[in-house]
């Protein structure tokens, strides 16, 4: 006699097809998920870098206008300070933990296929 899931193979070929294409159908979206996650993250980054040199630059501009007119004002002080809260904005995004649930749905969808076989082979058995 047939382990059950060689009679569903052989008896219903369409079903297996459809589990694998929904199987594929479930990577695939869970994968586009999880690489949103890091796009996101790699682009925070990028700006992170970029405005943290601007905030440099600004700063060391400030510092020489200032020194060279030998007064203060507070333009010397908001501009860099727009870029380094830009900058630290860029930087908590980018370095942020965040809880990654990737491929979640595809491990339980797994778990549960292994399961129902388990199951079937031990009726199976007896």
Known sequence: MLHPIFSTVLGHPDLVAEHLANYAALIREESSQAGRGIAARIVAAVLAVATVTLALGLIGVA??????????????????GVAVVIAAFCIWYAARPTKTYAFEDLRSQLDADLHALREAGARHDR
Do not use: D, I
């Open 63 to 80: 510092v020489l206008l200032g020194v060279m007119h030998g007064t203060f004002h507070w333009v010397l002080v908001a501009v860099p």
